[in-house]
């Protein structure tokens, strides 16, 4: 824990460099950030740690947490006489390598299932953590990265307050499962390689209903493209659900804006009449 409110500080201090203290720092000793930056060392803009920096506000701009696979624009799948048009799915692409998820006949009978139970059944409605790699594209929240010159990283969401710790280690057995599983980082060369294992299998890919079990084994790898963008895949492995492991691939975009930070998004109270409205008292007026 301590070395990872190390990292969280260390990141911290290295983002808030358009402070008027760090400038004034940066002004008087702009040879040693210089040689450093030359150097790959780690107050470079690019690089910290000798890796690629991450640190920022990320945002997916792909409609894929309406449906990874290829789809039509559709009206809103719920109260269309009240929203209309607002509600309504946005058409995509496709996120998926393939376009089709993979899945074994009784898994796709349970997607079907599920999609027809939307939307009132997806974890999104009731303001659940979302998973990996859900967390990454829901409803195109913003997400944010901390990263240290060495140590653990941590990933916070604008999505219900989520967040998870990146463990810079190799994988281990997680002794518990969760909403949103446990993950381990390791570099390769430039290419952050994150596995999330140990997922409760309660969480959705989408509003369209795909999912994965339990025992799915996500692997992310994120790697820069500019210092704007960053290509995003993630590598889907659940034997019991899909008949071999499949990937999705995003770009991920770099909020640039000077005010840029997380909003927040604590959708708890919004999703009171999901979770609770069948407890509520009955009406009985004549």
């Known amino acids: 824990m301590k070395k990872f409110l190390i990292c969280a500080a260390t990141a911290a201090f290295a983002i808030a460099g358009s402070t008027p203290t760090l400038a004034q720092t940066a002004a008087k000793k702009p040879a040693a950030r210089t040689a450093a930056a030359k150097s790959g060392g780690a107050v470079s803009a690019a690089r910290i740690g000798g890796k690629p920096n991450l640190n920022g506000i990320w945002r997916a701009m792909a409609p894929a947490d309406w449906n990874l696979e290829p789809h039509d624009a559709t009206g809103s799948p719920a109260a269309p006489e ?42 999104e409605a009731a303001c659940y953590l979302p998973g990996i790699p859900r967390a990454t594209y829901v409803a195109n929240h913003s997400f944010q990265i901390i990263q240290a010159e060495k140590g653990d990283m941590l990933f916070a969401y604008e999505y219900a307050g989520a967040n998870r710790a990146i463990f810079m280690k190799p994988v281990e057995v997680p002794p518990i499962d969760t909403w949103m599983g446990t993950s381990y980082g390791q570099w390769e060369g430039d290419v952050l390689k994150i596995t999330t294992l140990a997922q409760n299998g309660m969480t959705w890919l989408d509003r369209s209903g795909n999912f994965a079990s339990g025992g799915a084994t996500v692997v992310e790898r994120f790697k820069t493209l500019d210092a704007t963008h960053l290509d995003y895949t993630a590598t889907i492995d659940d034997p019991d659900t899909f008949t071999k492991p499949w990937k999705i691939h995003l770009v991920l975009y770099k909020n640039v804006e000077p005010n840029a930070q997380l909003m927040d998004f604590n959708c708890v109270p919004f999703a009171d009449e999901v979770v609770y409205g069948d407890l509520k008292p009955k009406d009985n007026k004549q």
């Open 82 to 123: 009240l929203l209309g048009a607002l509600a309504a799915t946005p058409g995509g692409l496709g996120v998926v390598e393939g376009n089709m998820i993979p899945y074994k006949p009784e898994a796709l009978a349970q997607r079907d299932k599920n999609r027809r139970a939307a939307p009132k059944a997806d974890p």
